[in-house]
């Protein structure tokens, strides 16, 4: 074969070659953007979770104080935020006025004695802080996958598909100063076995 | 085994990563080495077919051999393709068989429950099944081929002796090597394991009685034992009086390496498929406590764990040797195995709390304090329970 037919193939399987590689890392932003949206999910089935527990709550506090009409609209309005709150800035806002207005209504509490005795309160505030925790751990694996792809997508060589794709930075939800921080773990151990 | 020491914090993605190219590479060793080992077991169990073929050789030496050969080695290769697919299949009810876990029903512990959904969340996985082993013993092992499909096995003592920080931090330990995918390669090695010790399994209660039982019984057992040497010593010396009538090279290779099949499947693949296992098990629970840690944003918790089961005798649990590195700890009795060097399926426990140590979070009162409860358990609870 002549010199030329050679140097035709070697540049289309070049060609052929990054083709590839474009494809692989293609699949790979794709992928990560999909499980990030996923684990939002995960968080958006928890935080709707908690707001279907406050009607219940705010209706056995009446019972024993149906004065302190103020904390109960905005405990009310707070949880129809959050639940009409779309992205991770929005609900990170909505949830926490949810929990600073929860802080009020539990002040409240405190003064009727009967009330924190009663069986179905316990059991509403006991399903709350299940909630709860399940939301920060919700919210961690979101956070991680969040920094994954933001870190990807920012890193040589993805960074030439993401933009040709217009991929953005996904926000953080609920961003606490030391997320990135999290990501780093000493992995030092003593030399040999 | 070298492992890097430098203090530099690592991401824990690469680190993923670099663990998975290890394991790959002793996993291609380890394919390589117990091929023998399978072929063997495999002509073995297609005993029916070799017992002709050796026949033919042996009555006409000049006739081809290597159509032979190669006829019970494809009819034993597909037997033992059966034999593997149906053990892939059934391999974690095989481990959970051999551990005799029964299934847990969720309102039975709701605190673990509580734990393992929790957790769960946080690492993006489906919730595994929940089995548990009967025992004093504080150990925790799961096991399964997909997330989907898992099953996390704890022992009564585990439950009885962790508090809930503790607790947290060894599933969450399991949890990270089911995502990881170390739990599904642990779960076929398990399985590979079981069927190349197969031999070993057989010979050793055999071997155990005829040292201790009755005359009748030992000259019984002695028979069996010969049998085994016989069957070993013989197939090289009958075929080093057989491999002088054969003169194509092609056949004295395949010959000579038929001949030394049982010798390397019962006294040179398993001791080395062994020791790789060891390594591909040792490599990965620094990894799967670091996650853990990551996990649940408090190391103590596992650090204060793994002292409390590192207390000699506490993670004592029958078990086979084809499955000890499934479980978090070591279940073997201290002195019985070599807890360094080539053949320890763990890390020294004291490394891996010293390296969650350092991730902060423990003092060292705190490691002493839970160390001391483990003993106190140990000295109570476990020796009430092991009495009754």
């Known amino acids: 074969m002549s010199l030329e037919i050679w140097v035709v193939l070697t540049v289309l399987g070049l060609i052929a070659l990054l083709g590839l590689w474009s494809m692989g890392i293609y699949n790979r932003l794709v992928r990560s953007s999909v499980q990030t949206k996923e684990a939002w999910s995960g968080i958006r089935v928890q935080l709707r979770r908690r707001a279907s527990l406050i009607p219940n709550l705010v209706e056995t506090v009446k019972g024993y104080a149906s004065h302190e009409k103020g904390v109960f609209e905005e405990v009310t309005r707070a949880r129809s935020t959050l639940q009409n709150a779309s992205g991770p800035a929005d609900s990170t806002s909505a949830n926490q006025m949810l929990t600073a207005t929860l802080g009020r209504l539990f002040a409240v509490v405190e003064n009727y004695p009967e009330l924190k005795a009663a069986s179905n309160f316990q059991d509403l505030q006991d399903e709350l802080s299940d909630v709860e925790v399940k939301i920060a751990y919700a919210r961690q694996f979101f956070n991680r996958n969040v920094a994954q792809f933001n870190i990807r997508i920012r890193s040589i060589p993805d960074i030439l598909i993401a933009r040709m794709l217009g991929l953005e930075r996904f926000e953080f939800f609920e961003e606490d100063e030391d997320a990135d921080e999290e990501l780093r773990v000493s992995f030092s151990t003593s030399s040999g076995e | ?37 399978f072929l063997f077991i495999a002509h073995y169990i297609a005993g029916v077919v070799a017992m002709p073929m050796f026949m033919a050789v042996v009555s006409s030496p000049e006739n081809a051999i290597a159509p032979i050969i190669g006829v019970s080695t494809g009819i034993a290769v597909l037997l033992l393709g059966v034999t593997i697919e149906l053990l892939y299949r059934y391999s974690s009810r095989l481990v959970l068989r051999l551990t005799g876990a029964r299934p847990l029903d969720p309102e039975e512990e709701p605190t673990l429950v509580r734990t393992v959904e929790n957790l769960c969340i946080g690492a993006g996985l489906p919730m595994p099944n929940l089995a548990i082993v009967e025992s004093g013993a504080t150990n925790i092992y799961s096991t399964g081929l997909e997330p989907d499909n898992a099953t996390l096995v704890v022992t009564r003592g585990l439950l009885e002796a962790l508090d809930r920080r503790e607790l947290e931090g060894v599933v969450a330990q399991e949890l990270s090597q089911i995502g990881n995918g170390d739990v599904r390669l642990g779960t076929v090695l398990a399985t590979v394991m079981t069927i190349m010790l197969l031999p070993y399994l057989i010979v050793a209660p055999v071997l155990k009685r005829a040292l201790r039982t009755s005359r009748g019984c030992r000259i019984g057992c002695c028979v069996f034992l010969l049998y085994f040497v016989v069957m070993v010593a013989g197939s090289v010396v009958f075929g080093l009086f057989l491999i002088s009538d054969i003169s194509d090279p092609t056949e004295r290779l395949l010959f000579t390496l038929t001949m030394f099949l049982p010798l390397y499947a019962l006294f040179i693949g398993p001791p080395i498929a062994y020791m790789l296992r060891s390594a591909v098990s040792r490599e990965w629970e620094f990894l799967a406590d670091a996650d853990a840690a990551l996990l649940t944003r408090y190391p103590p918790g596992l650090a204060q764990a793994l002292a409390k089961i590192r207390v000699p005798g506490n993670a004592v649990i ?50 002493e304090a839970a160390e001391a409860d483990g003993r106190l358990y140990r000295d109570t609870v476990a020796s009430e329970r092991n009495k009754n």
């Open chain 2, 318 to 367: 029958a078990t086979q040797p084809s499955i000890t590195h499934l479980w978090i700890v070591d279940p073997r009795k201290p002195k019985s195995t070599p807890r360094t060097g080539l053949f320890a399926t763990h890390p020294p426990i004291r490394e891996r709390i010293e390296a969650l140590s350092r991730m902060g979070g423990s003092t060292p009162e705190m490691l």
């Open chain 2, 1 to 37: 085994m070298e492992r890097s020491s430098t203090d530099a914090p690592i991401l824990i993605y690469d680190r993923i990563d670099s663990n998975r190219r290890k394991t790959r590479w002793l996993l291609a060793v380890f394919v390589i080495v117990s091929i023998p080992v």
